[in-house]
């Protein structure tokens, strides 16, 4: 088989194209529905407190679809979370989550072992342990990064 420079040349580009698109593609792993999130909350159990920024005499409440919501809880049993959640709908906000066990999100959020957004934060999308329902173990984590989407 003989190769020519134009045809390495061709494979070559093929080839960091493809590596580039991949790598490029944002990672969404575990990342829940809005459907999804609706379900569990109506067949969970958990004693849940709900938080938001949607104004309802706002004109442009409309655009809350846009919004992260966010579950965050104090309790973990084996592969579930629950316990005493806090249901947060909202945009772009540091929330103060301390005791919290497991979250699950509608975009990625980040999760800091410290208050106000700080200390040594993670990403939901990489989690490290995942639970039933979308949910993420994160132990330690006293606050929730939001992002603006």
């Known amino acids: 088989m003989q190769f020519t420079l134009k045809s390495v040349f061709a494979q070559v580009v093929t080839?960091?194209?493809?590596?580039?698109?991949?790598?490029?593609s944002p990672v969404a792993a575990n990342v829940v529905t809005n459907a999804e999130l609706d379900?569990?909350?109506?067949?969970?159990?958990?004693?849940?407190?709900?938080?938001?920024?949607?104004?309802?005499?706002?004109p442009l409440a409309d655009r809350a679809a846009l919004?992260?919501?966010?579950?965050?809880?104090?309790r973990?049993?084996?592969?579930?979370?629950?316990?005493?959640?806090?249901?947060y709908d909202?945009?772009?906000r540091c929330l103060d989550?301390?005791?919290?066990q497991c979250l699950s999100a509608t975009t990625n959020v980040?999760?800091?072992?410290?208050?106000?957004?700080?200390?040594?934060?993670?990403?939901y999308s990489s989690c490290g342990t995942r639970l039933d329902n979308g949910f993420c173990y994160t132990p330690g984590t006293r606050s929730i990064n939001v992002p603006f989407t």
């Open 15 to 24: 080839v960091a194209l493809l590596a580039t698109s991949v790598a490029a």
């Open 39 to 58: 379900k569990w909350l109506a067949t969970t159990d958990a004693k849940l407190t709900y938080i938001s920024d949607v104004d309802s005499t706002n």
């Open 67 to 74: 919004n992260t919501r966010v579950v965050y809880c104090n």
């Open 76 to 87: 973990r049993t084996n592969n579930v979370c629950g316990g005493d959640c806090t249901v």
């Open 90 to 92: 909202g945009n772009a």
């Open 97 to 100: 989550a301390p005791d919290t």
């Open 110 to 123: 980040g999760f800091c072992d410290r208050g106000g957004c700080g200390g040594s934060c993670n990403q």
